[in-house]
């Protein structure tokens, strides 16, 4: 197998190492939701996946739960985390500009997006076509407000 050099930087690749101490916010929030089940049943990403993940212009905080948490169904509205973005067309057969990275839907069908254009921003994308809508701020701030 070839060495991956993770401590590079390159365009839009944040190194794995720089994942370890940065995000203490989302690690206090992994440990309390994994301590108290609320994490039981999500499938954690694997070293290549992960890496393959850190090319694309994704949060910090959301990689971290993917390598600590996982993916998969959350206890929280019907959530369920993908284990990787899918492009906004892909869900719903129309061009945003490659804006949207949506990584999760709920029970109810709409989905939850990092918003490229707007500093990864948390927005939800309901199935009715109404307008998308801001959730408030970062990953761990939106993970944060349906888990606790």
Do not use: H, K
Request: charged share 25%; with cysteine; proline share 7%.
């Amino acid at each position: 197998m070839q060495e991956v050099d993770t401590t590079t930087l390159t365009a839009g690749f944040v190194p794995l190492g720089t994942l370890q101490p940065v995000l203490p916010a989302i690690e206090e929030c992994i440990t309390r939701w994994r301590n108290d089940g609320r994490l039981d049943g999500l499938l954690r990403l694997g070293a290549e996946e992960l890496l393959a993940l850190c090319r694309d212009d994704l949060p910090a905080d959301y990689l971290r739960f993917l390598s600590e948490a996982g993916a998969g169904p959350l206890p929280a509205d019907g959530l369920v985390m993908f284990c990787c973005p899918l492009d906004f067309d892909e869900v719903y057969g129309r061009e945003d500009g490659g804006r949207y990275a949506i990584f999760a839907t709920d029970a109810g069908g709409a989905c939850y997006a990092f918003d490229r254009v707007d500093a990864l921003a948390v927005v939800r994308i309901p199935a009715t076509g109404e307008p998308i809508t801001p959730v408030g701020g970062d990953f761990t701030a939106f993970l944060s407000g349906l888990l606790d």
